[in-house]
Nanobody, 123 residues
Framework: QVPLEESGGGLVQPGDSLRLSCAASGRTFSDYAMGWFRQAPGKEREFVGTISRPGGTTRYADSVKGRFTISRDNTKNTVYLQMNSLKPEDTAVYYC????????????????WGQGTQVTVST
């Protein structure tokens, strides 16, 4: 098991920034690629981005490319999602996920999930 806990969600206005954190425990964090996904009401869970184990490689969904940045601190067992220029369509529950080994974009490739944190972008 790799317990994951997200934090940092909230209500913001369009154009604002927000940083989500995901803290992991229980295993060697640096053995796991990390991913961020989101799910809006009535929609399927979708890929946001992923970061490799050492953190040197990232990949993003087209919808967030250039606005969102994933980073990780393996000394703190934490992965971050920096979200800038937020839009109302970014409103969703955001989940972090872990998978042993290489990065992946499909949610089914991730074995461990956090409980999610709500991000609402609204005026």
């Amino acid at each position: 098991q790799v317990p994951l806990e997200e934090s940092g969600g909230g209500l913001v206005q369009p154009g604002d920034s927000l940083r989500l954190s995901c803290a992991a425990s229980g295993r060697t964090f640096s053995d796991y690629a990390m991913g961020w996904f989101r799910q809006a009401p009535g929609k399927e869970r979708e890929f946001v981005g992923t970061i490799s184990r050492p953190g040197g490689t990232t990949r993003y969904a087209d919808s967030v490319k250039g606005r969102f940045t994933i980073s990780r601190d393996n000394t703190k067992n934490t992965v971050y999602l920096q979200m800038n220029s937020l839009k109302p369509e970014d409103t969703a529950v955001y989940y972090c996920a872990a998978r042993y080994g290489a990065t992946a974009v499909r949610s089914t490739d991730y074995a461990y999930w956090g409980q999610g944190t709500q991000v609402t972008v609204s005026t």
